[in-house]
């Protein structure tokens, strides 16, 4: 199996720590830093807008970062499994 490295920021990863951004989110972020799709300054000016559980806002992670008014996901129930087995495994 080939290793894959993900894009990572100190600076960022601190803000979305303090904005309590979830895990999804953040992975859909890297990815994009990692593609060239957008930049961490980019990533920085949207977190206010990525708040929620991943299944209220990891799909809405590129349609806010590319501008795009009208998000739709094909992997929401993807993103609802993850919220609520992150929910259940803080207990």
């Known amino acids: 199996m080939s290793q894959v490295?993900?894009?990572h920021c100190d600076e960022t990863q601190k803000m979305l720590d303090d904005n309590e951004?979830?895990?999804g989110v953040q992975y859909e972020l890297a990815r994009g830093v990692s593609a060239a799709h957008w930049s961490w300054?980019?990533?920085r000016r949207h977190i206010p807008n990525l708040k929620?559980?991943?299944a209220e806002a990891a799909?809405?992670?590129q349609a806010t970062l590319k501008g795009d008014t009208s998000p739709f996901s094909h992997d929401l129930h993807l993103w609802y499994v993850l919220s609520f087995s992150?929910?259940?495994s803080a207990r």
Request: charged share 15%; aromatic share 12%.
């Open 5 to 7: 490295t993900i894009a």
């Open 41 to 43: 300054e980019d990533v």
């Open 86 to 88: 992150s929910s259940h």
């Open 52 to 54: 929620g559980c991943n």
């Open 21 to 23: 951004i979830a895990w």
């Open 59 to 61: 799909f809405k992670v």
